[in-house]
């Protein structure tokens, strides 16, 4: 069954720390994994993919096919980080559409 | 480049009652999504369509919900009689052809139902 966790709720972390928000999926296949952003009062936006190998506002994410892990990092997190953060699994198998996790609400303490 | 636009923005209804909500997708982009997010929850697939021909629908509860995109651009999602449970954000968004993956969103219609 295809499914993504995001095992984290809420995770709150100090500005300057380092910040890792947590993603596993199952997929039978290859999938394409996404982070997706949420801030507040504003829509829910594409941060980041796998494919990319990009880093966006300082978060990078790899991915870990024997782990079947996606994990958001940064390393000095900053207050304007605080948002809702997804995982989203994207892939042809049973059909070309994409699966989102719970989400992560992450908050940034001065 | 205009986003995907939803209305209304906001809704409350008595359980029983119907609701619906419009969608406009991003000029081009070819397919378009429902979601239901349910407070707490990530976003669930309602319906997908690619152009007007619906692509997956296995999730949507079709003695309440229908959906349709006529002409392939606009979409409505219904909701006759609504229950409950059937609190949540609808989101619309739309992605295009050549980068399918990539999915953009709308604002979202807040549904409560009393």
């Not at chain 1, 880093?55 to 790899?62: C, L, W």
Request: hydrophobic share 35%; proline share 4%.
């Amino acid at each position: 069954a295809q499914r993504v966790t995001q095992p984290e709720k809420l995770l709150s972390v100090f500005k300057g720390a380092p910040v890792e928000l947590k993603c596993n999926y199952s997929y039978s296949g290859s999938p394409e994994l996404f982070w997706y952003v949420q801030y507040s009062r504003q829509r829910l936006q594409l941060l980041l993919r796998h494919i990319s190998r990009e880093s966006i506002k300082g978060f990078t994410a790899d991915l870990n096919k024997g782990e079947t892990s996606f994990h958001l990092k940064k390393p000095f997190a900053q207050e304007e980080d605080s948002a809702m953060y997804y995982c989203a699994l994207s892939g042809s198998t049973g059909g070309f559409k994409t699966i989102f996790g719970a989400g992560t609400r992450l908050f940034v303490k001065a | 480049e205009a986003g995907v636009a939803q209305s209304p923005r906001y809704k409350i209804i008595e359980k029983r009652q119907s609701v619906a909500f419009w969608c406009n997708p991003i000029s081009g982009h070819a397919t378009l999504y429902w979601y239901q997010q349910i407070l707490g929850q990530g976003p669930k697939l309602l319906i997908q369509f690619q152009n007007n021909g619906v692509v997956d629908d296995s999730q949507l509860p079709k003695d309440r919900f229908s959906a349709e995109r006529l002409k392939g651009v606009d979409s409505t999602l219904k909701i006759q009689p609504a229950k409950l449970e059937d609190s949540a954000v609808y989101l619309c968004a739309s992605s295009q052809n050549r980068d399918w993956a990539t999915i953009y969103f709308g604002e979202g219609s807040w549904l409560t139902v009393v």
